[in-house]
T-cell receptor, first 112, second 115 residues
Framework: KAGVTQTPRYLIKTRGQQVTLSCSPI?????VSWYQQTPGQGLQFLFE???????NKGNFPGRFSGRQFSNSRSEMNVSTLELGDSALYLC???????????FGQGTRLTVV | QQQVKQSPQSLIVQKGGISIINCAYE??????FPWYQQFPGKGPALLIA?????SEKKEGRFTISFNKSAKQFSLHIMDSQPGDSATYFC??????????????FGKGTHLIIQP
C-alpha cells in the first residue's frame, strides 16, 4: 500500500512569490491535514480537509490556503512568500480525524 | 494556548538501556496521544498511540504510560539500540469535536543511543 506522497520534495522561491504544494493521501483516506515544521516553532497545524471541505484551521495568516479534490488529493498554497515561511511542510492523511495520522516526507521550502 | 510540554530536549542513552521521554498536556479535551519518530530528511512516523481509557500500552520495545489525573504521558524505549537514534515527538489531539482540529505536538526530544 503506497504511503503519503508529497511533491515536490524541495523548492526554492523568492520573497513575494507564491507556491503550491501537493499531497496524495493513502488510498482510502479521506482526511488530509497540513503542518508546518520549523526548528523554532516545531510542528504546527495549518488546516485539515475532509471530503473537499476545510473543517479546521490553525493560527496562520490568510496567505496560507488549501483545497482538496474529489480524489482526496490536496494542495496548499502560500502567497506573497516571506523569509519566515521557510520550513518543512508536511501533510498527514487519515481515514478521518486525528487517529493514526500518517505523514509524508514533506516539502522543504526555502524562501530567499 | 493549548500546549504539550515535552522533556528532555535531548537525551543520551547507552545501548541496551531504557530511554524515557515525558510529556504533559493542559487540555482535558484531548483524547488521543500518539508518539512519532522522525529521522533526518524524513516525515514523522507513527510509533505508538494511546487513549485515556488505559494506563499503559506496549508494542514491542515501546511502551506508553498514561496518567490521566496528572495529565502526563511518557514513552519508554526498552533495550535501546543505535537505530533508535532519532527525534521523538509526543502529540495530543481530539476527535470528538468533529473533524481533525490538528494534533498539538511537543517540541521534540533528540535521542542518541551510544553503542
Amino acid at each position: 500500500k503506497a504511503g503519503v506522497t508529497q511533491t515536490p520534495r524541495y523548492l526554492i522561491k523568492t520573497r513575494g512569490q507564491q507556491v503550491t504544494l501537493s499531497c496524495s493521501p493513502i488510498s482510502g483516506h479521506r482526511s488530509v491535514s497540513w503542518y508546518q515544521q520549523t526548528p523554532g516553532q516545531g510542528l504546527q497545524f495549518l488546516f485539515e480537509y475532509f471530503s473537499e471541505t476545510q473543517r479546521n484551521k490553525g493560527n496562520f495568516p490568510g496567505r496560507f490556503s488549501g483545497r482538496q479534490f474529489s480524489n482526496s488529493r490536496s494542495e496548499m498554497n502560500v502567497s506573497t512568500l516571506e523569509l519566515g515561511d521557510s520550513a518543512l511542510y508536511l501533510c498527514a492523511s487519515t481515514w478521518t480525524g486525528n487517529t493514526e495520522a500518517f505523514f509524508g516526507q514533506g516539502t522543504r521550502l526555502t524562501v530567499v | 494556548q493549548q500546549q504539550v510540554k515535552q522533556s528532555p530536549q535531548s537525551l543520551i542513552v547507552q545501548k541496551g538501556g531504557i530511554s524515557i521521554i515525558n510529556c504533559a498536556y493542559e487540555n482535558t479535551a484531548f483524547d488521543y496521544f500518539p508518539w512519532y519518530q522522525q529521522f533526518p530528511g524524513k516525515g514523522p512516523a507513527l510509533l505508538i498511540a494511546i487513549r485515556p481509557d488505559v494506563s499503559e500500552k506496549k508494542e514491542g520495545r515501546f511502551t506508553i504510560s498514561f496518567n490521566k489525573s496528572a495529565k502526563q504521558f511518557s514513552l519508554h524505549i526498552m533495550d535501546s539500540q543505535p537505530g533508535d537514534s532519532a527525534t521523538y515527538f509526543c502529540a495530543a489531539g481530539s476527535d470528538s469535536g468533529g473533524g481533525a482540529d490538528g494534533l498539538t505536538f511537543g517540541k521534540g526530544t533528540h535521542l542518541i543511543i551510544q553503542p
